[in-house]
């Protein structure tokens, strides 16, 4: 798991409140992006934390490809990040073929921009888009390697 706002990290290991010794879980306190670097971020505001240029606080960014994970599963929700965390994880995405669900932001270019970036760069992919909430403001793409759909 990956969380880059603190306060949010201590919520989620409070909320956790089990021994994590005793599970395969790490919890990393930085941000994913297309490459490494540090970045403005905007702390502190709950679900909205976010990069943004008006902040005057940086967090590290690194990719995922940096990481050395192998990945099954891959939920990204960064308020505007996603398509740049699935650049940073291209090649371990095309590698371990996880399963991503992710939301994306409906701006002026977001709407086309990371669907069409998926369809472009996964192969043997199937997609799916979903508004999970009142006027598409919880807008999901599951993206789903083929050979890890269900046979009927």
Known sequence: MIEPDYENLDILLENMNVDMN???ISVLPFALGE???KKK???NIDYCSQFSSISNKYIRVKKLDDLNVKPTFIKIHTEGNENNIIKGGLKTIKKY???IVTT????KKGLWKLPL???NNLNEYIFYFRLHSW???GAVIYSIPKERMLKW
């Open 22 to 24: 005793n599970f395969n």
């Open 35 to 37: 490459k490494n670097q």
């Open 41 to 43: 971020f905007y702390y």
């Open 97 to 99: 073929r996880p399963i």
């Open 104 to 107: 994306w932001k409906k701006k």
């Open 117 to 119: 970036y998926l369809i």
């Open 135 to 137: 006027y598409g403001t």
